[in-house]
């Protein structure tokens, strides 16, 4: 079965484009893609390096290791985006039978929630070219403690590889918060009986819980940059983690929002109801002439007790467990990678 094509607008970036005439799963275009990237490493050593897999001027060993992982992340960046978005289509069509054509068909949805601010995602992909600067001017990798020049082979491989990964990662993430807030925004045209169907929005739930699992994946594989010594710039470690933590929060409550502002607006009216009519089966429960039903009231003020108590969000412990699961999976390979590396370099200190 072949996967949908990702069809953005204004315009699908590229990088989402290639990975439509890749004829592979995701996980597995994002693998030949890090390949590819690694096989070019090589062949850019062999040729202005110290050999194949071996860049001149660096302090740390392992380079064609570092080199493989950073080349994954750039793979697994692009891959994680594709599925997402991907999956985007699939969770549209889910929602479509809820929505009983309030907003067009299939298609018309599609370009509501998968569109982007194009000159947004250029800004956001400019300011991860500039994050490359710093891993390429830290004293800690080469030797020396100098830079050999931006002219320097390493130099401009480093900056450009960097520059590309960075332009990927920033921008897939910012897809994934503006699909999930658009996405989110079909929840107000759903139609709900009480404050208690919760079926209508599942896809919903399904999309905050998957966006997190697939970008704490890629947090995991990210990790793996500060095992080795001097791989990574370990005085940022502390920025990522808030990032990480507060990308994965965000991309977990966005596709949610719609639907619970659908879920409290539907369980204030139906309070607003119920205490019309608890106060008007009280005024009659208080008449001299009293004719309503006996037990009424109770059965009244019983249910508003049972709406009042009703959540307000289209989720359940058991998703809030597995959404902290999946953020530990994230955040605790950094934590883990961070001691690991602190006790190497103790060993080799």
């Known amino acids: 079965m072949s996967c949908p094509r990702i069809e953005l607008v204004p315009a699908t970036p590229w990088s989402l484009r290639l990975f439509d005439r890749i004829p592979l799963p995701a996980f597995w275009a994002g693998v030949a893609l890090g390949l590819a990237a690694f096989g070019l490493f090589l062949l850019y050593t062999a040729v202005l390096g110290e050999g194949a897999g071996r860049l001149a001027g660096v302090s740390f060993e392992w380079g064609a290791l570092a080199e493989a992982i ?5 793979g697994f960046s692009v891959a994680v985006t594709a599925a997402s978005m991907r999956a985007a289509r699939e969770e549209i069509e889910a929602v479509r039978p809820a929505l009983a054509g309030r907003l067009g068909d299939g298609a018309d949805l599609a370009r509501a929630v998968l569109r982007y601010p194009r000159v947004l995602l250029a800004a956001i992909g400019a300011c991860g070219v500039l994050s490359s600067f710093p891993t390429v001017l830290s004293s800690d990798m080469w030797i020396g403690g100098r830079q ?16 590309v990964t960075w332009w990927l990662v920033l921008r897939g993430m910012a897809l994934e918060l503006i699909t999930g807030r658009r996405f989110s925004e079909l929840a107000r045209s759903i139609e709900i ?7 209508p929005f599942a896809p919903f ?20 940059t500060y095992v080795g010594p001097g791989w990574a710039i370990g005085t940022l470690m502390a920025l990522g983690l808030t990032t990480v933590a507060a990308f994965a929060c965000a991309a977990f409550v966005l596709p949610l929002l719609g639907p619970h502002a659908k879920l409290r607006a539907a369980k204030q009216a139906e309070l607003a109801k119920l205490r019309a009519a608890i106060r008007a089966a009280r005024d009659a429960a208080l008449a001299p002439t009293a004719t309503e039903r006996p037990g009424r009231l109770a059965d009244l003020v019983a249910y508003e007790a049972r709406v009042a108590a009703a959540g307000e969000w289209p989720i359940e412990t058991s998703t809030l467990l597995r959404f902290a699961l999946y953020l530990a999976l994230g955040l605790g390979s950094w934590v883990g990678a961070g001691l690991v590396q602190h006790a190497v370099e103790r060993v080799l200190g």
């Open 70 to 74: 950073q080349d994954g992340l750039l």
């Open 148 to 163: 050999p020049g931006w002219t320097h082979p390493t130099v401009v491989w480093l900056f450009l590889r960097n520059a």
């Open 193 to 199: 009986a009480d404050p208690f169907e919760r079926a």
């Open 205 to 224: 739930a399904r999309r905050a819980l998957r966006n997190v699992l697939l970008w704490m994946l890629l947090a995991a594989w990210l990790a793996l």
